[in-house]
């Protein structure tokens, strides 16, 4: 399996600022998911990060809200920003990574960031 | 129309017990791929188990195995001998069109809480 790593693991904003996520992976991979879960709530994809082009955001997301970066095969951030009580969240960055069985359809999650803004 | 459902909010198991964890799935696709995943209350997601539209056999991985059927389009995921740690949120998910590098997404489930008890 892949080994993700993610900073900060948790961090208190003050609305309207923004905060940078990283995410790192030990193994060099095609693409790079960042994902959203509100409290109490189930995840859901915030865009896909490919390397060397431009992410695809999904329906609800913006790149102006949420940009992001991919500067190599295993690295990618995510940025949140002016930020609103509402973006307090668990933001999980994931790839599909291969495994000893069955390559490139399993998925990884990275440990999240837990966002809380006042 | 919900892609993935989990009937079960909420789920009480004693410990060394076996426990199912409910997961329908709906999907014109032929080939898709399923997964389960565990969150504890630290927020990662932790991968569980896997199961390819294709496969013959349900996947196992240790004490976890995938009850596939399907015509029925069901994916229930059980644990055998429940253990303490094993109290946590558990996400069924679907990747559609796994054969078709454009459908990377996940679409997850709203979760089942599992309570193992002494």
């Known amino acids: 399996s892949a080994v993700i790593s993610q900073k900060p693991s948790r961090d208190i904003c003050q609305r309207g600022t923004s905060l940078t996520i990283q995410c790192q992976v030990d193994?060099?991979?095609?693409?790079m998911f960042w994902y959203r879960q509100q409290p109490g709530q189930s995840l859901t994809l915030i865009a896909t990060a490919n390397q060397g082009s431009e992410a695809t955001y999904e329906s609800g997301f913006v790149i102006d809200k949420f940009p992001i970066s991919r500067p190599n095969l295993t690295f990618s951030t995510l940025t949140v920003s002016n930020m609103s009580p509402e973006d307090s969240s668990i933001y999980l960055c994931?790839?599909?990574?291969?495994?000893?069985?069955?390559?490139?359809?399993?998925?990884?999650f990275g440990p999240g960031t837990r966002l809380t803004v006042l | 129309a919900q892609k993935i459902t989990q009937t079960q909010p909420g789920m009480f198991v004693q410990e060394k017990e076996a426990v199912t964890l409910d997961c329908t799935y709906d999907t014109s696709d032929q080939s898709y791929g399923l997964f389960w995943y565990k969150q504890p209350s630290s927020g990662e997601m932790i991968f569980l188990i896997y199961?390819?539209?294709?496969?013959?056999q349900n996947a196992t991985e240790g004490r976890y195995s995938l009850n596939f059927q399907k015509a029925r389009k069901s994916a229930n995921l059980v644990i055998s001998a429940s253990q303490l740690g094993d109290s946590a949120m558990y996400f069924c998910?679907?990747?559609?069109?796994?054969?078709?590098?454009?459908?990377?997404?996940?679409?997850f489930g709203t979760g089942t809480r599992l309570l193992v008890s002494p």
């Open positions: 998910a679907m990747r559609e069109g796994i054969l078709n590098t454009g459908f990377q997404k996940l679409v």
């Open positions: 994931s790839v599909r990574a291969p495994s000893g069985r069955i390559p490139y359809n399993e998925q990884f």
């Open positions: 193994s060099q991979v095609t693409m």
């Open positions: 199961q390819g539209s294709y496969d013959e």
